[in-house]
């Protein structure tokens, strides 16, 4: 296969992460906009006229079935990730699903076992396993500056209006503090630590019977994680790795940290690592990649990588009382 071919991409769900991701995919030579969807016609060609996408269709099916497209950025709320990559995948597409990838575990399994069956490329779009800051610290405290890691301290919090942010309080799309945007610090502790032997959770739920807010803690058996998301506060939103050699503090917004500083035999070194874009383009690069080996996962966030934050999430679920059914 030509290494130095486009990778024609389709994207659905046009809302404001398919933006900022499509402006990323400008940034990329060897990318092309082949093609959007969106149920409403007018609002798919707005989005195509300002991201040079080639073709509109105001159905999902439609992109599907088109032979151009390669690969399908899904952006639509969470509640639907899960069946449209699967039948995605099913028309023989490459799939790059924003996360949370799935509600349940259970769908998650099958969308990985959708990607095995059909023999095409599936990742979660986890942008912050590939930003060049996170990339750089995974291999920093791999290689022991830090000494053995012991304590992990990361949230994400925000405050949303409910009438400015009504899909993050809605039941029905997979709203709430843990799906939306819990998964992150969850993330950030299984890259570093793995999976926990003990998850401990509680919520501050809304009355639609989504979480406002969960505290985690995720006990290892060397170390523990003290994580929290919310959408009813604001927080400093900075990431603390804390080892026997050293601590890692990484620039707020952790998630897409422009840098980080590295604190050991009390002086304190700084580095500076700002992603391409707005982030997105490196997981794009991780795409292309892949698809262009004929990878059906990436070894960065691979299928089981998916699998195992999905099922601790799960298991925070059933403790907070959150259920989507």
């Not at 195509?48 to 151009?68: C, G, H, M, P, T």
């Not at 942008?127 to 304590?151: A, C, E, H, M």
């Not at 610090?185 to 630590?193: G, I, M, R, T």
């Not at 997105?280 to 059906?296: D, G, K, M, P, W």
Request: charged share 20%; hydrophobic share 40%; glycine share 6%.
């Amino acid at each position: 296969m030509m290494k130095n071919r486009k990778i024609k991409w389709g994207i659905i769900g046009l809302g404001n992460i398919a933006s900022q991701f499509a402006s990323d995919l400008l940034l990329l030579e060897d990318a092309e906009l082949t093609a959007v969807a969106s149920r409403d016609f007018s609002k798919g060609q707005q989005f195509a006229e300002k991201f040079s996408a080639l073709k509109v269709y105001d159905s999902y099916d439609l992109i599907f079935e088109d032979q151009d497209v390669e690969i399908i950025y899904i952006a639509t709320p969470h509640n639907s990730h899960s069946e449209l990559s699967i039948k995605a995948l099913e028309n023989g597409k490459h799939v790059l699903c924003e996360k949370p990838m799935a509600l349940s575990y259970q769908d998650a399994v099958r969308m990985v076992e959708a990607s095995k069956k059909c023999n095409r490329f599936f990742m979660e779009a986890f942008w912050t396993r590939f930003i060049p800051s996170i990339q750089d610290v995974l291999q920093k405290v791999n290689n022991g500056i830090i000494g053995n890691v012991n304590y992990i301290n990361a949230d994400f919090a925000f405050y949303g209006s409910e009438t400015e942010n009504k899909r993050l309080f809605d039941k029905e799309v997979g709203g709430g503090a843990l799906f939306d945007i819990g998964v992150y610090p969850l993330f950030l502790s299984y890259v570093l630590l793995g999976n926990p032997k003990e998850v401990l959770a509680k919520a501050v739920m809304h009355k639609n019977q989504v979480d406002l807010q969960t505290s985690i803690i995720l006990q290892y058996e060397k170390a523990q994680s003290v994580l929290h998301a919310s959408i009813v506060s604001d927080s400093d939103m900075k990431a603390s790795l804390n080892g026997t050699e050293g601590r890692i503090e990484l620039n707020s917004p952790w998630f897409i940290a422009d840098g980080y500083s590295l604190y050991e035999n009390g002086k304190e070194a700084v580095f500076s690592l700002p992603a391409l874009g707005k982030g997105y383009v490196h997981e794009a690069i991780e795409c292309h990649n892949c698809i262009l080996n004929n990878q059906i996962e990436s070894e960065l966030w691979s299928h089981q990588n998916s699998l195992d934050l999905s099922k601790i999430v799960e298991e925070i679920k059933t403790q907070i009382g959150l259920s989507f059914t």
